[in-house]
């Protein structure tokens, strides 16, 4: 069974960082593109960020580019996104996601549409920016 389970959210303030976590296991972690997806309230869900799975490939939103960073640590079973210059609006529920290939699609409407049918999920953390 897939297993993704976020961590790392919490309270900042505007132009802090925070550096979440995503712990997978029941699959080859290696050999799977991954995505982090974020939520806000009320709204639908925004794709953020993807990369491939030998992790030399990455892909950011127009609104957290330059500011967020995705990795992954193979041998460890865990992605990771590093945010900094964190703004009010980027707060969310931030969901790990596992594509079903190795290879995340190259436009935010390819990559949700392949979430979407068969991506798992993780239940996601919360980040919430405000002084």
């Known amino acids: 069974e897939v297993q993704l389970v976020e961590s790392g959210g919490g309270l900042v303030q505007p132009g802090g960082s925070l550096r979440l976590s995503c712990a997978a296991s029941g699959f080859t972690f290696r050999s799977y593109a991954m995505s982090w997806v974020r939520q806000a309230p009320g709204k639908g869900l925004e794709w953020v960020s993807s990369?491939?799975?030998?992790?030399?490939?990455?892909t950011y939103a127009h609104a957290v580019k330059g500011r967020f960073t995705i990795s992954r640590d193979n041998a460890k079973n865990t992605l990771y996104l590093q945010m900094n210059s964190l703004k009010p609006e980027d707060t969310a529920v931030y969901l790990c996601?596992?594509?079903?290939?190795?290879?995340?699609?190259?436009?935010?409407?390819?990559?949700?549409?392949?979430?979407?049918?068969?991506?798992?999920w993780g239940q996601g953390t919360q980040v919430t920016v405000s002084s």
């Open positions: 990369i491939n799975s030998p992790g030399t490939s990455r």
């Open positions: 996601a596992k594509y079903p290939f190795g290879e995340a699609p190259p436009s935010e409407t390819a990559a949700m549409s392949a979430l979407a049918r068969e991506g798992d």
